[in-house]
């Protein structure tokens, strides 16, 4: 019972994960068709940048970062993904709007471009990622001891999806993805600023990869340059599974990639991916839109 | 134009455009007159959806000049030249079929429109008030014209694009969009696209006839109406006052 516990909680906390990182990719590709392979620099970014502002007030040598360092970094985080966003979205993406195939190679090679130069800066290995005392420390649940970091990602992306489904359905902008997803010419044509709509998407697509680069560094307890690219692949699992362009869609895929994961590679030590690529196929095969995806 | 002796809210001249490799427009001239309803008439690919995309901006002009109230819009973008007080109710309707009724009507309606246009809208079609947070997509396709037609009336338009609003709907609903396009007549400004002869007499002051993208007539929409051989030789409708023109 205490494996199924700690496995279950891990699971969710991989799944949220995920699902921060599926979530703004979700959103880029529901408005924008643009499938962004640099997705995972921002996740990366997002992890360095946490680690750095911590390590600005953690004292050398020690282990434990502060509570304030902490929180300033899952501040910094989604800020310097956001920026990076909107570069990639102002500076080498709108030009290509209306060439899909230059869109792919063009992220692709900022993705890689980007991760490199963490490995540049920070040199090419994994880096320790220092955490308050009281979010390595383990609470007890049902006899499992499971990290706080857990419950913390889990609770970050919650809020998260909370928050993403009241701007989809409260705001204008909301409004504005939701009905640029379906017919961007349309939404032209009532007098609305498309461009900017799209900066606007692929900066939360971006703070949303750096915030979750920033726990997601808590959970592993360390960054490295091929963290983000790493996680990406899941990502775009989850995005396809969940049905693209659908955020409720990629939080419920989460669920399932994270915990088929982490029971998959407990009982068989190595069956966890071989069991979500499955997952996939299966999906892929019987409902090719997505589990709530209406497109194809 | 025989009408207006003041100085036309919108006036196309030598404007080409093209969708992909097709020259479409070859050189469109022809103005609106403000408050009047002119009627942009043709046989199929004539060029009228692209005249009035165009005006819009989602086609871009080639060369020639598109004036909006003296102010050169040719080469803005849609959104700018909407925000000037341009409404346009596309030829497929194009709701937005996963937000509801209410919600469409909110997306469409600019910062700063008056609450008199959003009444005067859902006073037209009352229907629509009953089914705001019905999904757009589950309308019938009359409803949806009306959803189409009143996300240009919630804003203070001065000019209506208005393609085929009759298109593929019920006589019913032709009679009730009829209707709602009649009682703004006079206020706003409407060019009209439309192939049903009746309803454009009802509504068009003026009619401009489009052939192969160039105009070949302007004038009264009376005198159209009433001449079978310019309706033949424009038209090819043959003279019979019901057939689509």
């Known amino acids: 019972m205490t494996t199924i516990v700690l496995l279950t909680l891990t699971g969710l906390a991989l799944a949220a994960m995920y699902f921060l990182l599926a979530a703004g990719l979700a959103l880029i590709f529901g408005l924008m068709d643009v499938l962004n392979f ?21 004292a050398a040598g020690s282990q434990e970062g502060s509570t304030g360092g902490f929180l300033l970094g899952v501040l910094v985080a989604p800020v310097v993904g956001a920026l990076l966003a909107v570069l990639v979205e102002v500076v080498l993406l709108r030009p ?27 040199r090419p290995d994994a880096r320790f990622f220092p955490q ?47 009905a640029g997803a379906e017919n961007r010419e349309m939404v032209r044509a009532l007098g609305i600023d498309v461009d900017r709509a799209f900066t606007l998407v692929f900066a939360l697509g971006g703070a949303l990869a750096g915030l979750g680069g920033a726990f997601g560094a808590a959970y592993f307890g360390s960054v490295e340059p091929t963290f983000g690219s790493v996680n990406l692949i899941f990502a775009f699992i989850v995005v396809v599974i969940g049905g693209l362009g659908s955020v409720t869609g990629s939080a419920l895929a989460a669920v399932i990639i994270g915990l088929a994961q982490q029971f998959g590679n407990y009982y068989t030590t190595w069956a966890g991916d071989f069991v979500v690529v499955l997952l996939l196929a299966a999906v892929l095969l019987l409902r090719p839109g997505g589990l709530l995806g209406d497109r194809t | 134009m025989s009408t207006p002796a003041v100085d036309p809210l919108l006036r196309l001249a030598g404007v080409h455009a093209y969708i992909g490799e097709s020259h479409i427009l070859q050189g469109v001239d022809f103005a609106v007159a403000p408050n009047r309803v002119t009627v942009l008439l043709g046989r199929n690919g004539a060029g009228k959806t692209t005249t009035l995309r165009t ?58 429109a008056s609450r008199e246009r959003w009444a005067l809208a859902h006073a037209l079609f009352p229907d629509l008030e009953r089914r705001a947070d019905q999904r ?72 401009v006839v489009l052939d192969d ?33």
Request: avoid cysteine.
């Open chain 1, 38 to 58: 640099a997705h995972g620099a921002f996740f990366t970014w997002g992890a360095y940048s946490a680690w750095w502002t911590i390590g600005r007030f953690t």
């Open chain 1, 96 to 122: 290509l709007y209306k060439r899909p195939i230059y869109q792919v190679l063009v992220t692709l090679g900022a993705g890689l471009m980007l991760t490199q130069m963490t490995s540049v800066i920070w």
């Open chain 1, 132 to 178: 308050p005392g009281w979010l390595a420390d383990t609470s007890t649940v049902l006899g499992a001891r499971v990290p706080n970091n857990r419950f913390l990602l889990i609770a970050a992306a919650l809020v998260v999806l909370g928050g993403m489904l009241l701007f989809l359905k409260r705001t204008r902008y909301g409004l504005v993805v939701r």
């Open chain 2, 55 to 112: 005006i819009l901006g989602l086609v871009p002009a080639a060369s020639g000049t598109i004036t909006f109230d003296g102010v050169e819009i040719g080469t803005e973008k849609p959104h700018h030249v909407v925000r000037r007080g341009v409404g346009y109710v596309p030829e497929d309707r194009d709701v937005f079929a996963g937000l509801t009724v209410a919600q469409n009507l909110r997306l469409a309606q600019r910062p700063g």
């Open chain 2, 136 to 207: 757009a997509g589950s309308l019938s396709g009359g409803q949806q014209q009306m959803v189409a037609i009143a996300r240009a009336l919630v804003n203070d338009n001065r000019l209506l694009l208005v393609d085929e609003p009759s298109k593929g709907l019920a006589p019913v609903v032709v009679a009730q969009v009829t209707e709602a396009l009649a009682a703004i007549k006079g206020t706003t400004t409407i060019l009209l696209v439309e192939q049903n002869l009746a309803m454009a007499q009802a509504l068009a002051d003026d009619a």
């Open chain 2, 213 to 245: 993208g160039r105009v070949v007539y302007t004038g009264p929409m009376a005198e159209l109406a009433a001449d079978e051989a310019l309706q033949t030789r424009y038209l090819g409708a043959g003279g019979h006052a019901t057939a689509h023109v």
